[in-house]
């Protein structure tokens, strides 16, 4: 029975054959071309099986570049772990010149502050809205507010006897 099976499953079904695993645990598998029982071309494909199969849950990074490669056709063989050591390590080895970089740069800011040659930035706090008449003033407003649906027209009087009766 088992025999039939695999023959009808041969006969009909796409063959995929597995490539490899990430360290995510997305399997990564190539379809060779292939003709159905109709007689038609099914050219070569390959494809991921995502270990998360919910695809809007992905973010960049959760398929490794050197897959990435493979799958969109860019590279001819799947990665080796040779090269994916490799260019784990090259990758470490970049993050760890950026951050001597930007750890030397920020001394030297600092220096420069602590002489005198770089002013400081400025600390700007801002206190009101620059719209209002009073700018910087904190306590009540005699500007008319607006609260929305409880506006009622003509209920705002001035302060004052700018007014004409």
Do not use: C
Not at 60 to 71: R, V
Not at 113 to 141: D, N, Y
Request: hydrophobic share 30%; charged share 35%.
């Amino acid at each position: 029975m088992s025999r039939i099976v695999a023959l009808i499953r041969r006969k009909f079904a796409i063959v995929k054959q597995h490539v490899g695993t990430d360290h995510f645990g997305n399997k990564y598998y190539f379809i060779p071309e292939q003709k159905t029982w109709t007689g038609q071309t099914i050219r070569a494909k390959r494809i991921v099986e995502a270990t998360n199969p919910k695809e809007y849950e992905y973010q960049e990074g959760s398929i490794p570049s050197e897959w990435d490669a493979w799958i969109r056709g860019r590279k001819k063989e799947p990665p080796t772990i040779e090269e994916l050591l490799k260019n784990e390590r090259y990758r470490d080895d970049i993050k760890a010149r950026a951050k001597e970089v930007a750890d030397r740069e920020m001394a030297l800011r600092v220096e420069e502050q602590e002489e005198g040659l770089v002013a400081r930035p400025a600390q700007v706090q801002i206190k009101g809205h620059a719209s209002a008449r009073r700018f910087e003033l904190t306590g009540p407003s005699e500007d008319p507010t607006s609260t929305a649906n409880t506006f009622e027209p003509g209920s705002w009087k001035p302060s004052g006897d700018n007014t004409k009766s």
